[in-house]
Nanobody, 122 residues
Framework: QGQLIESGGGSVQAGGSLRLSCAAS????????MAWFRQPPGKAREFVAL????????LYADSVKGRFTISRDNAKNTVYLQMNSLKAEDTAVYYC???????????????WGKGTQVTVAS
């Protein structure tokens, strides 16, 4: 079914920036939705952002709106998450996911990457 591989994670000081990438080895249909979720230490996985593959429509969690930007390069089958003004609370394992519905509910996504760690030092 193909793979989603995240990269770009690492450690950064609070206020810094980081860009995550998610490369998809399989086909991404025009109707697909690509999303980012994250799981902070000791907490449940939560929605971060999503984008429709065929348009520029995006949706962000309130906690990251204004700081994070999701984008995609259709030719490269890659989705990005530009993270600016990072806070300690952003520390989490970030997951890339692919689904067929415009939804922030993780249950709507059928394919997942293995995650990449982002650590923000306060």
């Amino acid at each position: 079914q193909g793979q989603l591989i995240e990269s770009g994670g690492g450690s950064v000081q609070a206020g810094g920036s980081l860009r995550l990438s998610c490369a998809a080895s399989g086909r991404i249909y025009s109707s697909s939705v690509m999303a980012w979720f994250r799981q902070p230490p000791g907490k449940a996985r939560e929605f971060v952002a999503l984008t429709r593959w065929h348009s520029s429509s995006t949706l962000y969690a309130d906690s990251v709106k204004g700081r994070f930007t999701i984008s995609r390069d259709n030719a490269k089958n890659t989705v990005y998450l530009q993270m600016n003004s990072l806070k300690a609370e952003d520390t989490a394992v970030y997951y890339c996911a692919k689904g067929s519905h415009y939804s922030s509910n993780q249950a709507e996504y059928t394919h997942w990457g293995k995650g990449t760690q982002v650590t923000v030092a306060s």
